[in-house]
Nanobody, 123 residues
């Protein structure tokens, strides 16, 4: 059974950067995708980015395109989210998750979730 653990969140000023990590215990298969979602207080969980584990193909929500970069290390079983040019509206709890049927922007397609890491961007 795969378990996911996020790290790297924190408090940063607007315009700053953070790098989130998501370490997976257990094997991730080439057919899987890994995604990042976020949830701000009082709002629904929102898709941020995803990566196909096998091909490394990457996808982004329009709100973060050009500012965030997702990557993965197969040897370390880890997914990363490099967040640059952060804005106050990026403030949220960030979750990583596994989509066992492959790439999707729909949270319902993700069957394993981490506990999340808080990202706070001050203005």
């Amino acid at each position: 059974q795969v378990q996911l653990a996020e790290s790297g969140g924190g408090l940063v000023q607007a315009g700053g950067s953070l790098r989130l990590s998501c370490a997976a215990s257990g094997r991730i298969f080439s057919s899987h995708a890994m995604g990042w979602f976020r949830q701000a207080p009082g709002k629904e969980r929102e898709y941020v980015s995803a990566i196909r584990w096998g091909t490394g193909g990457t996808y982004y929500a329009d709100s973060v395109k050009g500012r965030f970069t997702i990557s993965r290390s197969k040897s370390d079983n880890t997914v990363y989210l490099q967040m640059d040019s952060l804005k106050p509206e990026d403030t949220a709890v960030y979750f990583c998750a596994r989509a066992w049927r492959g790439y999707s922007t729909d949270a319902a397609e993700y069957d394993v979730w981490g506990r999340g890491t808080q990202v706070t961007v001050s203005s």
